[in-house]
């Protein structure tokens, strides 16, 4: 399956290793969002890719201002997602949309730059967008389920303020 065949842009695909993928893809001609999932097949020693569903995400889903998404091992039922200085949830089965953390507290303003997993932490690159210097800054998030949904909590000692004047990227490198 080549999305660029069919007019769509890949905006985040999530491989659980189980046969089944899970994406987010935009429409090259309408800017809709849309939900795929896919069916992983071997033939002849070939992964071949079969598209199993496609559901439209709602204009005016919270979703389409994403600057970064993800989905982890603990729960791929829920896209987590930032938007500004906040880390929503998209319940793929429904399409709810649950904001669970917003660092945006006591006067800050911060813009989320990235999000990223390493095992069951989640690494946050943000800016404080009323410093004038040194406002690039790193949290980390336990993920875990409770109930059956995700949650994601602050770690103590998980804040590092201060790291460079703005945050552009950032990458983990993973040591076995």
Same mark, same amino acid.
């Given at each position: 399956? +080549?999305?660029?065949?069919?007019?769509?842009?890949?905006?985040?695909?999530?491989?659980?290793?189980?046969?089944?993928?899970?994406?987010?893809?935009?429409?090259?001609?309408?800017?809709?969002? #849309? #939900?795929?999932? *896919?069916?992983?097949? +071997?033939?002849?020693? %070939?992964?071949? $890719?079969?598209? +199993?569903?496609?559901?439209?995400?709602?204009?005016?889903?919270?979703?389409? +201002?994403? &600057?970064?998404?993800? $989905?982890?091992?603990?729960?791929?039922?829920?896209?987590?997602?930032?938007?500004?200085?906040?880390?929503?949830? #998209?319940?793929?089965?429904?399409?709810?949309?649950?904001? &669970?953390?917003? *660092?945006?507290?006591? @006067?800050?303003? *911060?813009? %989320?730059?990235?999000?990223?997993?390493?095992?069951?932490?989640?690494? &946050?690159?943000?800016?404080?967008?009323?410093?004038?210097?040194?406002? @690039?800054?790193?949290?980390?998030?336990?993920?875990?389920?409770?109930?059956?949904?995700?949650?994601?909590?602050?770690?103590?000692?998980?804040?590092?303020?201060?790291?460079?004047?703005?945050?552009?990227? %950032?990458?983990?490198?993973?040591?076995?």
């Amino acid at each position: 399956f +080549q999305p660029g065949n069919v007019g769509l842009d890949i905006k985040y695909v999530y491989n659980s290793g189980d046969g089944w993928c899970k994406g987010i893809f935009t429409d090259r001609d309408t800017r809709e969002l #849309y #939900y795929l999932q *896919f069916q992983l097949m +071997q033939t002849q020693g %070939i992964t071949k $890719m079969k598209p +199993q569903g496609k559901t439209a995400i709602p204009g005016t889903a919270k979703l389409h +201002q994403a &600057v970064s998404m993800l $989905m982890s091992s603990v729960d791929d039922g829920n896209l987590i997602f930032a938007v500004g200085g906040e880390i929503w949830l #998209y319940n793929l089965a429904s399409g709810e949309e649950t904001r &669970v953390i917003d *660092f945006n507290k006591e @006067g800050k303003d *911060f813009e %989320i730059v990235k999000l990223m997993l390493h095992g069951e932490e989640l690494i &946050v690159a943000l800016n404080d967008k009323n410093a004038t210097a040194e406002g @690039g800054s790193i949290r980390m998030l336990n993920v875990s389920t409770l109930g059956g949904s995700i949650v994601l909590s602050e770690k103590p000692d998980g804040a590092f303020d201060k790291l460079a004047d703005k945050v552009v990227d %950032i990458a983990y490198k993973f040591m076995n």
